[in-house]
């Protein structure tokens, strides 16, 4: 099994569906996928071998970004695309940790060794470091010939909607509501490794180690410096 690295997906949206749910399409894009031998080689040897291969998001931004795909061509013609219309449901707040690379490991660790008789929970650390919070969805009206894109945008506490130069005030329903396009939401949570130090600390550290340093050198040449100058007046005396 081999993971890829995934920070902005692009979700497929089937027309014959009457309601997408986001929750669903990320699921179904991160399935395991057999591949035949003749899809997949071994790394090692190079021989034609039979695998699984699974989508993961390994590292987790500050910013995620969902693209749905409206387009299809149906047809050999490039040109010939038809837009898909399916409503998407979308949430609000939205946690991602079953679909990381973290979690999917740690599910597969807790399989074998239930196994085994062993049971506990995996280990996925804190769930506010998988948390989001949406904060814009772009629309597209019209054909992908002739269309035309507005926005749903969060500021502070409020929602505004975005046509061209006019804005006016919305809501959360009327942008849970709209036929999105592509969908933003920001990490609830800038999670750092408890077992580094922050880069500003270590900075912050070293320069007061360099200091002390910098002071140690000045009082041994002004010692060395006083020392020549008793010397002097001593062979003087």
Request: net charge neutral; glycine share 2%.
């Amino acid at each position: 099994m081999f993971t890829k690295v995934l920070y902005f997906p692009s979700l497929t949206v089937e027309d014959w569906y009457s309601n997408v749910l986001l929750a669903l399409s990320l699921s179904r894009f991160t399935q395991p996928e057999k591949l035949a031998a003749n899809e997949y080689s071994c790394v090692k040897c190079g021989k034609p071998s039979s695998a699984i291969k699974r989508l993961s998001i390994r590292k987790l931004p500050p910013v995620l970004s969902f693209q749905f795909k409206r387009f299809e061509h149906k047809t050999s013609d490039r040109t010939a695309a038809q837009k898909i219309e399916a409503p998407v449901r979308f949430p609000s707040r939205l946690n991602m940790a079953e679909f990381t690379t973290l979690s999917m490991k740690a599910q597969e660790k807790d399989k074998d060794h239930k196994l085994e008789g062993i049971s506990y929970p995996p280990l996925l650390g804190p769930l506010a470091m998988y948390e989001y919070e949406l904060f814009s969805v772009v629309c597209h009206d019209g054909q992908i010939d002739n269309g035309h894109y507005t926005c749903f945008t969060r500021y502070e506490d409020e929602w505004y909607y975005f046509d061209d130069d006019k804005v006016t005030h919305s809501t959360l329903g009327a942008c849970l509501q709209a036929q999105a396009y592509m969908c933003f939401y920001v990490k609830r949570h800038l999670d750092y490794k408890p077992w580094m130090t922050p880069s500003y600390v270590v900075a912050r550290e070293a320069e007061a180690v360099k200091e002390k340093e910098r002071e140690r050198e000045k009082e041994a040449k002004d010692a060395a410096h006083m020392k020549e100058v008793e010397d002097t007046l001593l062979s003087l005396v």
